[in-house]
């Protein structure tokens, strides 16, 4: 009987640590789309470029 409550724990621990990590991978997926639009925001404020940067001076 230890073994089949051992083995109930196992089971319910590895299923507790799987949700954990798929709601560890959403906040992580949701910050990224955040800091995407944030960073795309920010893009649109700037102003344009209106001259070309010498990269091989």
């Given at each position: 009987?230890?073994?089949?409550?051992?083995?109930?724990?196992?089971?319910?621990?590895?299923?507790?640590?799987?949700?954990?990590?798929?709601?560890?991978?959403?906040?992580?997926k949701?910050?990224?789309?955040?800091?995407?639009?944030?960073?795309?925001?920010?893009?649109?404020?700037?102003?344009?470029?209106?001259?070309?940067?010498?990269?091989?001076?």
């Open positions: 009987m230890d073994m089949m409550n051992d083995i109930a724990a196992m089971s319910m621990d590895l299923s507790a640590a799987s949700i954990q990590q798929q709601a560890s991978v959403s906040v992580q949701k910050v990224m789309d955040t800091q995407e639009l944030a960073a795309q925001e920010i893009t649109e404020m700037l102003p344009p470029q209106t001259s070309m940067i010498d990269t091989y001076a």
